[in-house]
């Protein structure tokens, strides 16, 4: 019987070796980095800020399909996203506008070949309090207000580090930013609260910004945004429905666009993504897509 045990032992020896050995091989294959590729591997987007929540979703969806890709997001003022690519504390950045001349002659001078896509379609508001009697108000008639020509009484407001909403309104209405007359607030919320509060002020910001402040509840019932048209043209007073927004109709359409490294191959991928089935998350936000969804119809 010992002698038995005695020869069972280098068996029972060995097939404990073989466990922990594939024991081992298993935890190294789970461990082991997934390299880049347009599927896989990790990576840092900014974005501005009110483009968060779609952002997210459009993250959340992706992964979900490519479970090797982790994208992380860092939301800022718009005063920043760029910045943050241009030190490359991040691999591609979501941002309402184009970039400027100065932004892209940088990446220039610092020999970096960015590809930018356009992947949705966002536009500028105008809200005032829902006691105030305005009922619309042309680009010429915005552009005096925000320019201090024409004051009767108003209080224009725009969120300070907002510097991409004042340069796309800036280029809309031709007016330079430095001749721009307006009390700056610290965050869109704020901006919100404060025309909820003053039957006077009158406020600029992105429509994904208020949308995303209605979200959560904040202002919703006391603000409204004021129809927009341009005098040139004789046009009526357009509302910033998501329709008019994506065929160009109302007059403060900006385009959505994604920057990032030429190069960088889950970069190009994600972009990829934005550009073809993310644009069905973009037409389901609170943005317009860039482009119409395809659909396929099955007739049985």
Not at 221 to 238: H, M, N, T
Request: glycine share 6%; hydrophobic share 40%; charged share 20%.
């Amino acid at each position: 019987m010992n002698n038995q045990a005695y020869q069972n032992a280098p068996v029972k020896v060995i097939n404990s070796l073989l466990l922990l050995l594939s024991m081992l091989f298993l935890m190294n294959c789970s461990q082991r980095k997934v390299g880049d590729s347009a599927r896989s591997g990790q990576m840092t987007l900014a974005v501005d800020r009110q483009l968060r929540d779609i952002a997210s979703i459009q993250v959340e969806t992706f992964t979900r399909y490519y479970p090797d890709a982790v994208i992380k997001l860092q939301p800022s003022g718009s005063d920043m996203t760029i910045k943050h690519l241009l030190d490359r504390n991040v691999r591609a950045a979501l941002i309402s506008g184009v970039p400027e001349a100065v932004e892209d002659s940088l990446f220039a001078t610092m020999h970096h070949s960015l590809r930018r896509e356009p992947v949705a379609r966002d536009a500028i508001i105008c809200i005032v309090n829902r006691m105030n009697p305005l009922s619309k108000l042309s680009l010429k008639e915005l552009k005096s207000l925000f320019s201090g020509k024409e004051s009767s009484g108003v209080t224009p407001l725009v969120t300070a580090d907002d510097y991409r909403l004042l340069s796309v309104f800036a280029a809309a209405t031709g007016l330079h930013k430095k001749e721009m007359r307006a009390g700056g607030c610290t965050s869109e919320n704020e901006l919100i609260k404060r025309v909820s509060n003053d039957d006077k002020a009158i406020g600029l910001l992105f429509r994904s910004s208020l949308d995303g402040a209605q979200k959560v509840g904040n202002g919703q019932k006391d603000v409204r945004v004021i129809p927009l048209y341009k005098e040139a043209d004789g046009s009526s007073p357009i509302e910033p429905t998501q329709q008019n927004i994506f065929e160009g109709r109302y007059p403060l359409v900006t385009t959505v666009y994604y920057v990032y490294y030429a190069g960088d191959a889950l970069a190009a991928g994600f972009g990829s993504w934005l550009s073809t089935t993310g644009q069905k998350a973009f037409e389901k936000s609170y943005l317009a897509p860039y482009r119409a969804f395809t659909r396929t119809i099955i007739l049985k």
